[in-house]
C-alpha cells in the first residue's frame, strides 16, 4: 500500500471522514478483524451474518459505512469503495499486471508464476484464493512504487464478474488455463463458463497477450475475442513438453520447450496436471520477457506456498499423506486420482483415496460423482473412502465399474470416516483425501498426521 491520509483515501473514493483526515494508512488493507495489520486499512463489510463494523476493535483506520469510534473514511458501499482505492493505487504504482482465470489450476499457477517472476523483480501475488470482488484489491493494495510484478487469479460467479475485476486490475497479460465443470450448476453449461472466463482476455488491450489452453477447444476459440497477440501452451502449444517422466513420489520431471528451445524442469509437486500449470505460468512469464532458462530454473526451484493442494508428507514410519483438501471438481479429483495411483505404483504401496462432495454442480452432480467413482476404479485406486451421502456416487461409480478389484465404504461424514482411516489405515499405505471446500476433509489428513511427522 502507498502512503495515504485518510483525507487523501475519502477525496479517491468519494467517501468523508470520521476522525483525524491526516491520520496516514501506509500498510495493505484487510477483512479479517482477527488479524489486524499495524498502519493498515481495516475494511468493514457487513455480511448476511457478520457485520465487520461490530470487529473494529485493533484496527489502525476502517473503511466503513458507519462511525464506529476509530478514525474511519465512510462510504455508502466498502466494497465498492475498496476497489475504486485499489485502482487508485495501480495506476500510481504502474506494476506489469499478470491476470488469469480458470476452472481448475488457478492457484497452483499463480504460485508458480509469483515465484518465477520474483526471480527477476519484486512481485506481489493473490493469496490463497483471494480472487473474488473483495479478495482482488485487497491483492492489489498489498503493491507499493517497488513492485514491478502483480499477479493476479480471478474467479467467476457469473457474467460480468471477471470483467468487473479487470476494471481494478486490468491485466497487461491474461491467462485462460480452461473450462471445466466446476460451478456449472451456477453457469448452466461449459459454453456459459466460457463466456465469463473469456472476459479476461476482451480487456487486453492490442498490446496485450493472452495465454490460451491449446488442448482446450473453449479456451482456444476465445482468441477471436481479444485484440492482443494469442500465446498457447499445452501438448502442443507454443509453449510445450516432452519426455514426462513421474518419480516415486508422484514428482514431474520434464523439458519445457519454446521456439526450439528447451530446457528441463523438476517439480517439487506430486502429479502430472502440475506440468500444465507450470507449463501455463511459463507462457506468461515469457510474455513479459523473461528468457525461458531463467523460468525453468525457477520452476524447479519452486515450493508449494498454498495449503492442502497435494500438499504431501510422510509420517515418520512411512505412511505418505497427500493433503489436497482444499477443492474439488471432477477434473481435479481425477488429476489428483491419478497422482495417488502414480505414487503406488512406484513404491508397491496400497492406494486409499478419502474422497468428499464436490459441490456447485448442479442438476449433473450424481452423475459427476459416479463417474470420479468410475474414474477411481479404472485407474485401479485399491480402496475408496466415500465421505457423506452427497457423494456416494463415487462408491456406486467405483463398484459398478467392471473389473475393478478394490472396495469402496462409505460413510455418514468426518468423524466416522476419522475413526475408519485410524483402524485400517497405516504404513506404507499412500493417502488422498480430496473433496470441495464445505467438506472440511483436510481434518482427515491432520488427523493422520497429528504428532511428529517428516515432509518431503
Partial sequence: MIPMTLQEVAEVVGGRVDGDPGLVVDAPAYVDSRTPVPGGLFVAVAGEHVDGHDYVD??????????????????????????????????????????????????????????????AGPTVATLGNHNNEIGVPLTVLRA???????????????????????????????????????????FGSREAIALAKGEIVEALTPDGTAVLNSDDELTTAMVTRTAATPLTFGRHGDIGWRDLELDDLGR?????GHAG?????????????????????????LAVGLPLGLVTDALTGAQPTSRWRMELTERPDGLVVVNDAYNANPASMVAAIEALVAI?????????????????????????????????????VDVLLVVGEAAGGIAEGARDTQGWRGEAFLTAGRAEAMAWVRENVAAPDVVLVKASRGAALEAIAEGLLEGEVTTR
Fill in 344 to 380: 503406488g505404483r512406484h513404491r508397491t504401496r496400497r492406494t486409499v483415496a478419502v474422497l468428499g462432495e464436490m459441490k456447485e454442480l448442479g442438476e449433473g452432480a450424481p452423475a459427476a460423482h459416479r463417474e470420479v467413482g468410475r474414474a477411481a476404479a479404472e485407474a485401479g
Fill in 261 to 285: 528451445e528447451w530446457h528441463a524442469v523438476r517439480l517439487t509437486q506430486s502429479g502430472a496436471h502440475q506440468v500444465a500449470n507450470a507449463a501455463a505460468a511459463a507462457a506468461m512469464a
Fill in 58 to 119: 485493533g484496527a489502525h483506520a476502517v473503511l466503513g459505512s458507519r462511525a464506529t469510534g476509530v478514525p474511519s473514511v465512510l462510504v455508502d458501499d466498502p466494497v465498492t469503495a475498496l476497489g475504486v482505492l485499489a485502482r487508485h493505487v495501480l495506476d500510481t504504482v504502474h506494476p506489469t499486471v499478470l491476470a488469469l482465470t480458470g476452472s481448475q489450476g488457478k492457484t497452483g499457477t499463480k504460485d508458480y508464476l509469483a515465484q518465477v517472476l520474483a526471480a
Fill in 252 to 256: 514431474p520431471s520434464f523439458e519445457l
Fill in 144 to 186: 507499493d512504487a517497488t513492485t514491478s510484478y502483480l499477479v493476479v487469479e480471478m474467479g467467476a460467479r457469473g457474467l460480468g464478474h471477471i470483467g468487473y475485476l479487470c476494471g481494478i486490475a486490468p491485466p497487461d497479460v491474461a491467462a485462460v488455463l480452461n473450462v471445466g465443470t466446476a460451478h456449472v450448476g451456477e
